[in-house]
């Protein structure tokens, strides 16, 4: 159940009952700050008085005492101004937490309304090194897949790789002149950056060499089989590598929709949106001007602010060539047509927002009504503050970072082993340095807030202790293992909850909000609602652990207790795999 939603609603059908109103009006339920008022306070009462002329603590106090009748609720009072705040009467949270308890969902339901949702993320470039920035696109999509599809939407994963492009006529007249085979099977992707710098650089001073490489472009475009065979290759190159970090991280996509395939839309998309008195030419090229009277007056309510901008959404260049907002139109019209989807979310770096602004302008005014939403996210910083580099300034590897992560999170563990903290066979070694590196990499980035900058910390991120990914882990196991010491089966146990000691109902205090954050969490596109959830609840199951005995205690109680950490379990559980965070059993 949506606890929120419900006692809203009910707040709401209980004003309008108490105060003879013709319509329900807004309750306006929100959790209390300070567990001292209670869980949740009711500010419409304010609203309300105010609409009727009344004083509002007047309206409030029959509202308090209709609250107060209701099954859900043990105190209801009215406080300053005309807040009502409400007390959950524990009997009602012990059945909920019961109901929970017994769900194969853990009490999440799912949305009214189903939609076909595509998400585009990870979307690196091909013959380039990924960079941390798609580390997160990649680490955030996944999780956000995994969320989406949870509450019941239909989920199309896209990897909407950067394959094509005018950089693609000079890496392949560079590779001919100046590329070493040896070195290209070695490292593709570094041998292919080295080549593609010289050839860059020639081009800004060699006329000839630019307009060669111009011609390579189009023999490629034209589908040469000598130069689509070299695109080919570098493509499969670098597939190649993204995979091995898929596969390092457990994403999976269903679709590789690169922007090469997008590529025999273009003239059609170009032309529509001039027909359309969408684009028009200037100079040679063809635009979309958001300041030209005609755009401005189309602009939805929306994209209002886009009609101030000088800078317009470029199409196809001077030369012919078309750009990556061109593919990123057509990849609209054909998400439409071959997904029917109703959403597209673009989980992308939070720079690129000036690009997505003007895209989803001119899909506005082409009438396409797909919701499209950019998730933004910050950069990941260095010790110094400044975006993640390697020593020597260059690009941090992907793949060395992430193997990087599984070793220190082995020595780790070996140290743990060695002080006798860790129950673990040698050979379940490889497998737990696995989970836990990916895992604290994955936790370190989703529990920010995605759109804020963080700082990349090792130290942090691998430690067992504090706001961390082993940290939650280790929780899940203390949650398991409790059950195995008191063999005592945790799948499918059952027992009445009754909440007695203070820090029972701490513990209730949060669990019973799971629901409310998971959908939260996906309507907002923010995992780090999760992540914040999580630590809250082994923070509380910690502090309940350590006053209230569950093994030791008896009949009733222990029962209870037991009921309480298996649904901590359950929930600890299903939010590290909504996460995207390898579980472990033993550690
Ligand atoms: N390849 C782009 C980059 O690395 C990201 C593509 C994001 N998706 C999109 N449909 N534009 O910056």
Redesign the pocket.
Known sequence: MLLEKHLDALASCVMQEALNLEAPPRAILRPTQDAKHGDFQINGAMALAKQLKKNPREIASPIAEAMLARDEVLEASVAGPGFINLRLDPKWVERLLASMLRDARDGVPEVEEKQTVVV??S???IA?QMHV??LR?TIIGAAICELLRFVGHDVIADN???DWGTQYGLLILGMREFGDQEALKRDAIVELERVYKIASAKKKEDEDFADRARAELAKLQKKDPDNYAMWEMFVETTRGVMDRVYDKLGVTFDHFLG?SAYDDMLPAVVQQLKDAGIAREDNGAVCVFFNDDDIKNRLGKKFKKLGKQEVPFIIQKKDGAFL?ST??IA?VLYRREHFNSDR?V????RR?GG??QQ?FAVMEILGEDMTLDHVGFGTVLGDDGKPLKTRDGGTVRLESLLDEAVERARNELEQRLADGKLRIAEHEMDEVSRAVGIGAVKYADLKQNRTSDYRFEWDKMISFSGNSGPYLQNQLVRTKSIFRKGEVELEGYEAPIALGHEREHSLARVMIKFPDVVHRAAALNEPHQIAEHLYDLAQAFSRFFTDCPVLKSEGETRASRLALTALTSQQLERGLRLLGIPVIDRM
Do not use: M, R
């Open positions: 585009d993320y979307s690196p470039n380039k920035g798609h696109s909407h790789i950067g922007e990556y593919s990123d990849t597209a673009y989980v992308v770096d690129q690009h997505f895209l």
